[in-house]
């Protein structure tokens, strides 16, 4: 039986590992955290229940969609869905509505919007090479300024002339204005406009009962899960990978295989390995940027609060880029009814100065934006906790194309390695990609053509079907 050693327990690792069961070889799973899940996992604060970031589950993969049940059952909901952008003291509803935007922004700057995505489509094309490009050409400069460059630029850390335009090209490639505002006049025929959906499936208890479930079907099948536990070497030779060198509270254990699945950042995975690679497959490693990012969570003593699942906020007067509603994303989110649970979202660097606050003084931070914002009141707000997630998103910016193309010919060296999910392969994927690109690996593992790096290579954000 072959020995499968993945690393890395977040989507793309457990379904790498509930493929491998399921097909008769012997995987062998290494976290470094204390759970599952990843930046998927649920966080249980006093039986109130946190998501990190807000994960809905959506796919055109009928495949993926197997899966799920398979490992849910009817603990699986489907969940209608309400998202806004919070906006100069304004609700602008996301997708755009044409009432509700004209009258929030005013008919002026209404009308300035309309006239800038107009001489935008009539514009002669250009080089688009930044975020801003992308944007400003496909929605006009005005509504990139309105809507975009502060929430963009509070995510991400760079400026919207850094970023990349894959990114948005990838994530919202065939939204446009005009069908936005089609489609909420009920003019749009046949399929829904891509990021549209009004509704998804979410399980009942946050997306970590997923992967938690995911956890137990693994090992009941023979599987091996071991958490705690952090790769620290990845030793090769002549083309082939030979052991992980894992820590644990036991200590060091070098652990041998027949086959390598990383879904580590590829940073970290390049890092590790020993021999060390060539100096320009380091320096490539080395340039890849993540960026941080971490949830205040606040139990709120009132029944309601907004009835969106998650609320953008655009302004720039606070440091808060979204607020999860979690009672919204299930009930059972939330323990008391008379309670409601808010996570607030912060996108850093580990190196700015916001990440090595205390727990207390970020609380407190969240607890004065929620003033601003008007949404409760420090007296109403009972208890709070801080969730840290390191490597969220990797960043689209300058050179990084280069960079992934030098990793990856390095990578292809090796015949029994394969880098999997979001980090593996430094894609902004959902869940369903990074589990897609779990399922191929394990194909090529018991001889199926695929090649895992061309899955959500298209630059279609699958969320429409």
Known sequence: MSRIIIMGAGPAGLTAGYA???????????????????????????G????????????????????????????????????????????????????????????????????SYTAAQFRPSREIVTFEDWVSKNFGKR??????????????????????????????????LFKAILDAFGLMKGAKV???????????????????????????????????????????????????????ALGREEVS?????????????????????????????????YRDFFTVGLIIRKETIFPDNWIYVHSPEVRVGRIQNFKNWSPWMVPDNRCTSLGLEYFCFDTDEIWARSNTELI?????????????ARVEVTDGTVIRSHKTYPIYDAGYKENIKTLRDYLSSFSNLQTIGRNGLHRYNNQDHSMLTALRSIGNIIGEPHSVWDINADEEYHEAG
Request: hydrophobic content about 40%; aromatic content about 10%.
């Open 20 to 46: 491998a069961v399921k097909k008769g070889l012997d995987p062998v799973i290494f976290e470094q955290d204390r759970q599952v899940g990843g930046i998927s996992r649920t966080v249980d604060y006093k």
């Open 48 to 115: 109130f229940l946190f998501d990190i970031g807000g994960h809905r589950f959506f796919t055109k993969s009928d495949e993926v969609k197997r899966i799920w049940r398979e490992i849910l059952g009817p603990e699986f909901l489907t969940r209608p869905r309400l998202s806004r952008i919070y906006y100069k003291n304004r609700y602008f509803y996301y997708p755009l509505k044409p009432m509700n935007a004209l009258v929030n922004l005013g008919p002026w700057e209404a009308g300035r919007v309309v006239l």
């Open 143 to 176: 509504l990139f300024q309105v809507f975009f460059k502060t929430y963009t630029e509070k995510v991400w850390g760079v400026s919207c002339r850094e970023l990349q335009a894959d990114w948005a090209a990838q994530r919202i490639k065939s939204l446009s």
């Open 194 to 248: 891509t990021t549209l959906i009004d509704e998804f499936q979410y399980p009942k208890r946050g997306p970590g009962q997923m992967w938690a479930k995911a956890q137990e079907h693994i090992e009941n099948l023979g599987g091996r899960v071991d958490l705690n536990t952090r790769v620290e070497r990845v030793t090769h030779r002549e083309g082939k990978v030979l052991s992980v060198i894992v820590r644990s």
């Open 257 to 289: 295989g027949d086959h390598f699945i990383s879904s580590l950042p590829l940073r970290e995975l390049i890092l590790s390995l020993t021999p060390a690679p060539p100096g320009q497959v380091i320096r490539a490693a080395e340039a890849l940027r």
């Open 364 to 376: 407190n931070m969240a607890i004065e934006e929620l003033e601003i914002l008007g949404l409760a």
